[in-house]
Structure formats: C-alpha cells, structure tokens
C-alpha cells in the first residue's frame, strides 16, 4: 500500500501546488483581491453551509430556510448543497474551516481530472502535466474563487472528469453530469454544451443520447427544484440587457497577454502568456487542435456579450435567459488553453518544431516584447508591472528554448515558468481575512438583539447586518442578498421599505437607494427590529441605540395571529417551528395568518385533515378556521419529490449495481 500511495504522489503529487495559495487561509474567508469588501463565501455560503449543518445535527434534512428575505426553497437553491454529495463533507469540520478544505480538494481534482482525461487522449506525461497545471492555476478560476464562488468552482473542477469519462468504461458520464448539475444547474448547461459538442465532434450521437436521458434521470428532482424556483423568481424577469450585464468590453481582449493582478473578475482572461504563446505556435489548426481552437473562440466571442450584433435576440431564447454575465463562458476557455497547451509540449518534447516554426517563435518573442515596452510607455503605472513581468517571462522562455532547443529540459523550464506565472497571476486574485474579523461585523448589534425570545425578523436597509453574522446568531431577516428571490416577496418587501424595483437586483432592497420605511407593511412580515448605519424616520419606529441604529417597530406583527370576523386580532399557539413543519393552535372562527411566505409544495392540515389556503396566489400563508379549537399543521414537501426522487433513486442503484458489477 505504501508503494501504491508513492506511485500516486509521483504521478498527482504536482497537482498540490495550488494550496499554496489555499491554505494560508484556510481557517478564514477569501475575498477579491480587487479589494472588493463582498465575498459570496461570506454572504451566502457560510449561512447556508451554518444552517445546514445546525439543522443536520438536530436530526433535521432542511428543505425550507427562514434565514433570508423571509425564507425560500433551501431545497431548490443551487448554493444550498444539499443535491451535491461531496458538499456534505464541509459540514464534518468548524465552517468556514470546513468549506475551503473541500474547495481545496476540488481545485486539486480538477488538475488530476484534466491530467486523465490528457493521458486519455494519448498525450505524453510532460504534457498532460502541463495541462492539468493550466486548467488548475487558470486565473480565472482563481478569480471566481476569490469571488467566493464556491459551488461554481466546484462544478467547474468536475468538468475535465466529464470529458474522461465519456471515454472511460469505469465511470458513465451520465454520474459526472449529474454531479455538476448538483452543484450548480447553470454551470451544468455550460459543462453539457461542452460534452455534447465533444461527443458530435467524435461523432458518438448514441453514447450521447443515452447519457443525456440518464443524466436526465439522476438529476431530475435537481433539474426540476431549481427550474420552478427560477420560474417564481425575479430571475424570469431578466430583461436582454440585464441577461448581458458585465459583459467583456473589446478593449480587455488585452488581458490575453498581459496578466490582470487584483482585476474585476468576471474582466479577467488572461490564461499565461506563455501558455497563449506555446499554443499559438503549436499548429492548432490541425484537426486534432481545431475542436478546442473553435471553442477557444467561441467563448471569446459569447464573453463579449452585448458587443455582438444579434446578442440581445439571443439572450431572449429559453434557458439562455438565466445564464447572466457573459464573460462566465470564459471558464470554458480554459478548458481550451489547456489542451492547446498541451499539445504544444507534445510538440516539443517530440521535437517536432521545424526551422519555420523556430523562426516564427524568435518573430514572435520579439513582436511580444515590442508590445509589452509599448503599452507600459502608452499606459504609464496602470500596465507597466505586468507588461515587466510577461516580458521576463517570455525572455526567460526564449531563453530556455535557445539553450536546450527540444526535450525534457526545454519542457521542465517552460512548466516552471508557466507555473510561476499563474501562481503570481491566481494568488493576486485572493485576499484572506480572518473568520473573526468578517463574523465581527454587526457582532455586537446581533447579540443585542439575540436576546429577545420572540419569534421576530429584523430589516437592514442598507444592509448593515451582514448575513453571515445574522445566521450566526440565528437571527432572521427579511432583507437579504441572494440572486434568486421570488418575484411577489421582492415586490412586497419594496413597498414595504418605500423604494421601486428598477430592474433586476441581487440584493433586496438594492444598495444606494433612498428609503422611506413602511413600518405597518414591515410589521405585517414579522419585523420587530430594524437596523441602519443612518439615522431613520418613520413613523411606529422607536429608537433604541445608535452605532448602528437601531429602531423597535411599534407595529409589529406576530409570526401568527387570528384574525376574527370582527376585525380582532388573536394570539395563536405556536407549538413547533422548523424549516419543514409548523405546528399552531388556534381558536376560531376566524382567518389564521402566517407570516410565512407561501410556495408551492406547503401543504396545511387542520385536525389532521387537508386545508387549503386562502387566495389563488397568495403572498402569505393563511387558512379559514371554523369554531372551536384547532390543531393546525403546515409542512413543506414540494411535488417534484414526490414524482422525481423516487425515479432518481432507482436510476442511481441501477447506475451503482452495473458499475459494481463491472469491477466484479
């Protein structure tokens, strides 16, 4: 076994080099190097991942969160994890301890996936090395991890084993697919467009019909979940322009040459000068380079987005709409880079570069060298670092190739140059702070308001108390930031905290925005309190301290009442209350009212017995009671388990049950 476990560290060990970026804070958060004070690792991971685990270990599967804008479908969010089993490993740790460790082996998996599925295409072990270095290191996976994309970036490391398996007998890729689409549906579009162009291009159309269905299968109850939130979501609003936003300008094209250290990340292509060098020299016309040449343009090209005549048409068509931000194909690309890349050192360790291709590299490394003096002349402090930087680079190369011309010196010294530049390029792109300076923020304020036993929300118009500090001591908001929130909630929260909805915001209510509070409309949605780092005034709010402010809303309603047929209201009994179940006792006759919002797959029970809720479509949940006592249940179990996970769960033993049988 010892022998087995140094064989494997000889051939993957290399693929531990990005925790030389990961692990020096490992124990805190990771933002944008940018400087960006937002970090979705923070805002919405860490309170998800903290929700779940509380709720695992008081023996509960969530399927409801009251965490945020006064709860959603947990079990339909895409960044709740719960469809994506390795995610559940996170949950064995202290968070966010326990969230960079799995994104760490998930950037490590990715090198070794893209290492196989090279070796798979019958590239030589230099080669694939560097493949698996480019894919892992890329810059814009850094950049997106900075970002604290945490679910993206884990579906993204998958991809490579997506392309493997579909070569592979011991693993069908229907499993891989399935396991993106876990992690993330929107990426699993793009990870699926990947597969099925690689599959028509190897003219496979019945291994790819056959895996599509069974992909269909294994992620149906997914698919589905997250197809009817995003129906309810302001998402299904986008607007073409909103569907285009941030998308790459002309002028960033740029940054495929010169490295883009602390740039916006959704901006950022650079894939290492080096690497666009090797790959531009190495033929990749030739038809076992065209595939991942057209997709290296293809993405390009759909990052440009909203440049492009016909783009707006486009971002109308179906399932399009819901794939914002253009510039994300980009992570594609990388895919791209690290094929071409590795066929560049295919080339030159089989010394495969003739005199005419060795004088367009000397051309080349001076046409480079030229530019790069250019831009740091034209562009002053703003470029001359990285245009020093790729120029060392690229005359280290040059180098290194006149001293040892072909062979396995020439391709050590480019994949150490190639390594040194991405480890400089990716570890700009992340900045480390510690767990208990970012739970800090708003700390004092939320223990503060820890202390009241009621069942209560608190409003931050300007967002004051941060998410994570609120989930970590358990308090409820009915603000939030979160990209999908349901279309009458949003709606009802802006009248309610006085401003319009302008547009499509991931935020609610959007930051920057002048606020005239509705404190009776806010009371009606359980907001007992209401937090600002200005001063506010409204009336029914009560003020009681500042720094920040905070205010008691005199109209605040209970999480359930009565309302009687007279027009009175009644207290009513809460008995249990659970992100799946709530239990009440009321007297009637009257209308009781749950300041819950109501989504389809809540069913009531009155007695034991079903009951509907009041209104076709309603915005709260409520039912009719008649007279006398009553024992009043709502739990939360969506159709789509119903129908699709018992089908899934078959598919999955089937899948498992044939490839055990295989290895017998």
Same mark, same amino acid.
């Given at each position: ?139 814009? %996976? ?34 891989? $697919? ?44 997914? $698919? ?12 299904? $609003? ?9 998308? %790459? ?125 250019? $831009?740091?002349? =034209?562009?002053?402090?703003? %470029? ?158 009560? =003020? ?49 009212? %749950? ?70």
């Amino acid at each position: 076994m010892r022998t087995n476990f140094i064989s494997a560290f000889k051939t993957y060990g290399v693929f531990l080099l990005p925790l030389l970026l990961l692990l020096p804070g490992v124990g805190g958060f990771m933002f944008p190097g940018s400087g960006s004070p937002f970090s979705d690792m923070a805002i919405t991971h860490y309170p998800n991942a903290l929700f779940l685990q509380n709720a695992l270990r008081n023996g509960e599967l969530p399927l409801w969160s009251p965490q945020i804008l006064s709860g959603f479908p947990f079990v339909a969010h895409p960044y709740s994890g719960l469809w994506y089993p390795p995610y559940w490993l996170a949950l064995l740790f202290p968070l966010p301890l326990g969230l960079n460790l799995v994104l760490a082996a998930h950037v490590v998996l990715a090198g070794v996936g893209m290492y196989v599925f090279l070796h798979q295409q019958d590239y030589g072990r230099p080669a694939a090395v560097l493949g698996g270095l480019v894919f892992q290191l890329a810059p814009r %996976l850094f950049a997106h991890i900075g970002a604290g994309h945490l679910m993206l970036v884990m579906a993204v490391c998958l991809t490579p084993w997506l392309l493997w398996a579909s070569s592979s007998r011991r693993l069908p890729a229907a499993v891989v $697919l399935a396991l993106i689409c876990g992690a993330d549906p929107r990426w699993g579009l793009y990870a699926a467009a990947l597969w099925a162009a690689w599959l028509l291009w190897q003219r496979r159309p019945r291994y790819l019909l056959q895996q599509g269905l069974l992909t269909g299968l294994l992620a149906l109850p997914a $698919l589905w979940l997250f197809a009817e939130f995003g129906e309810h979501s302001t998402r299904a $609003l986008l607007t073409p322009a909103e569907v285009l936003e941030l998308s %790459l300008p002309p002028a960033n094209l740029l940054g495929l040459l010169l490295p883009q250290w602390g740039s916006v990340h959704e901006w950022l292509l650079y894939p290492g000068v080096l690497v666009v060098l090797l790959s531009l020299l190495a033929r990749p016309w030739e038809r076992g380079q065209r595939f991942w040449l057209g997709l290296l343009t293809l993405c390009v090209l759909v990052s440009l987005g909203s440049y492009l005549p016909g783009a707006e048409w486009l971002a109308q068509q179906p399932g399009l709409s819901q794939l914002r931000i253009p510039p994300r194909a980009l992570l594609l690309a990388s895919v791209s880079w690290s094929v071409l890349g590795a066929a560049a050192v295919q080339q030159l360790a089989a010394a495969a570069w003739p005199q005419k291709m060795l004088r367009l590299l000397h051309t080349g490394v001076l046409a480079l060298l030229l530019s790069f003096a250019a $831009l740091a002349v =034209w562009q002053g402090a703003a %470029l001359w670092r990285p245009a020093l930087f790729a120029a060392a680079l690229v005359l280290a190369a040059w180098w290194a190739h006149e001293r040892w011309r072909t062979g396995r010196a020439l391709v050590l010294a480019l994949s150490v140059l190639v390594a040194a530049d991405l480890l400089a390029a990716s570890g700009s792109l992340l900045h480390f702070r510690s767990a208990h300076s970012v739970l800090a923020q708003g700390a004092e304020v939320a223990h503060y308001l820890a202390q009241d036993a009621d069942v209560f929300r608190v409003y931050s118009p300007d967002h004051s108390l941060p998410q994570q500090t609120a989930a970590l001591y358990g308090l409820e908001l009915a603000g939030g930031v979160d990209p999908l929130q349901l279309q009458r909630y949003a709606h009802a929260l802006a009248r309610a905290g006085g401003y319009s909805l302008a547009g499509y915001s991931v935020a609610q209510p959007p930051l920057g925005i002048h606020r005239t509070l509705d404190a009776r409309l806010l009371g009606e949605l359980n907001v007992k309190y209401v937090v600002s780092n200005e001063p506010l005034q409204a009336f029914g709010l009560e =003020w009681l301290q500042s720094q920040p402010y905070v205010y008691r809303n005199q109209h605040f309603q209970p999480r359930a009442w009565l309302q009687s047929d007279d027009g009175q209201a009644h207290t009513v009994e809460l008995l249990t209350l659970q992100p799946n179940l709530i239990q009440m006792r009321a007297t009637g006759p009257g209308d009781l009212m %749950l300041a819950e919002l109501y989504y389809p797959g809540w069913q009531a029970r009155v007695d034991g017995q079903p009951h509907s809720f009041l209104g076709g479509d309603p915005l709260l949940r409520a039912v009719r009671l008649g007279e006398g006592e009553h024992l009043i249940e709502m739990r939360f179990w969506p159709l789509a388990l119903t129908a699709a996970l018992p089908l899934a769960a078959l598919s999955w033993l089937a899948v498992l049950w044939r490839m055990l049988r295989r290895r017998a």
